[in-house]
């Protein structure tokens, strides 16, 4: 039987290209200067595509390929995705949900230690030479009996408080909808919470409702004394006011895993001490890739031969057989 025909978007791991190349025959995106020629050519056949969450696939592409049927997404966020477009147009999306939570929530947990602990800082001063030549190493804080609080307490949030328990911090959150199903405290006014925080950390999928909700209001009452860690989408923090209150003092310390202009990242960070920045690589291990494009691979092949998605994105449920 000939095997379906399935596009690669772009933004996939070597071992997602493999998973993929097992069961479909793939077709890598030629890019802005052979597009033509490959929808001409190829388009009406594709009935699949894959792509990195960080890539999605646009409104442009997706018309122009009549046979398509499902979009997987490698990633649980999948806001580069017009999911109301695809919709419309029938396309069942799938993402990536839950396999990536514990190594996304052990990076969150390693910015929260960098960032109060100061390790970049002091890897950079040993690098320098600074102790062998005596210079003085300032005293960080430490955060048991802290108070830290969960912007967003999803699937993600709930590992990383879950992880959280040996630390001996007290825990609390905000999110629109108080949770039913954990005893930690709701906060429904985010800048009311942080300024009872003295570590936040925010875990929110991208996207309209989310966009700028970490602002200046929220940044100022976490404080100078206080710590931002950021890991689910960067524009849910207005970046400009991030790094206006780091430069100014207004916040004590921040680490980064996302931006809000991906892979840009304001250059005024480089230079500060009391920031860790990482490259959006919260699911970057070989063990959560793979999970991660296993589940890609099983949500194409249970979809186009059954007709049944094994995780697909909330809105498109109903587009199940
Ligand atoms: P999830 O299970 O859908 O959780 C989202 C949480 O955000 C929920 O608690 C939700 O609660 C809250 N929320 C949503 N909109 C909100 C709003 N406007 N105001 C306040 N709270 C809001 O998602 P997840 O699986 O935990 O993933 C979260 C995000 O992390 C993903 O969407 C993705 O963007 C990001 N991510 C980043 C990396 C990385 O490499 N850094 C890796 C994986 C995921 P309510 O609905 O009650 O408000
Ligand atoms: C990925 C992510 O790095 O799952 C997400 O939402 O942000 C990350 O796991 C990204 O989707 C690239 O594939």
Redesign the pocket.
């Known amino acids: 039987m000939a095997r379906e025909r399935l596009l690669d978007y772009g933004g996939l791991d070597n071992e997602a290209k493999a998973g993929l190349a097992r069961h479909f025959e793939v077709y890598e995106w030629p890019g802005e200067e052979g597009k033509e020629a490959f929808l001409a050519k190829i388009g009406p056949s594709i009935s699949g595509a894959a792509a990195g969450g960080d890539v999605g696939l646009p409104n442009a592409v997706i018309d122009r390929l009549p046979g398509l049927r499902i979009i997987a997404s490698l ?3 999948y ?1 580069r995705i017009d999911t109301s477009h695809a919709i419309s147009r029938g396309i069942m999306v799938t993402h990536t ?1 839950d396999v ?1 939570n514990d190594d ?1 929530a052990n990076l969150a947990i390693a910015h929260m230690l960098a960032a109060t602990r100061r390790v970049v800082r002091f890897d950079r001063f040993v690098r320098e030479g600074r102790w062998a030549g005596g210079e003085y190493r300032p005293l960080t804080h430490g955060i048991a009996g802290k108070t830290v609080g969960m ?7 709930r590992e990383i408080v879950r992880k959280l328990a040996v630390f001996g911090c007290d825990i609390v959150y ?4 108080p949770r039913q199903d954990v005893a930690l405290r709701h906060y429904p006014d985010l800048v009311v919470m942080a300024g009872d925080c003295d570590i936040l950390f925010v ?4 996207g309209e ?2 966009t700028g ?1 970490v602002d200046r209001h929220v940044i100022e009452a976490l404080g100078p004394e206080g710590t931002l860690i950021s ?3 960067g524009s849910a923090v207005n970046e400009p006011e991030l790094v206006k209150a780091l430069a100014d003092g207004r916040l004590g310390a921040a680490g980064l ?2 931006f809000s202009n991906e892979p840009n990242v304001p250059p005024e960070l480089f230079s500060m001490d009391n920031v860790v920045l990482t490259p ?4 970057a291990t070989v063990e959560t890739r793979k999970a991660m494009a296993g589940l890609a691979v099983d949500n194409l092949v249970s979809f186009l031969e059954h007709g049944k998605a094994i995780t697909p994105v909330p809105e498109c449920r109903h587009l199940q057989a």
Not at 174 to 177: G, L, M, Y
Not at 203 to 206: D, H, Q, S, V
């Open positions: 990633g649980v966020g806001d949900p990536l996304v912007v967003g307490l999803g699937r993600i949030g905000h999110t629109r909808n875990a929110l999928p991208g409702a989310t909700l890991i689910g989408r895993d996302v959006h690589l919260g699911s």
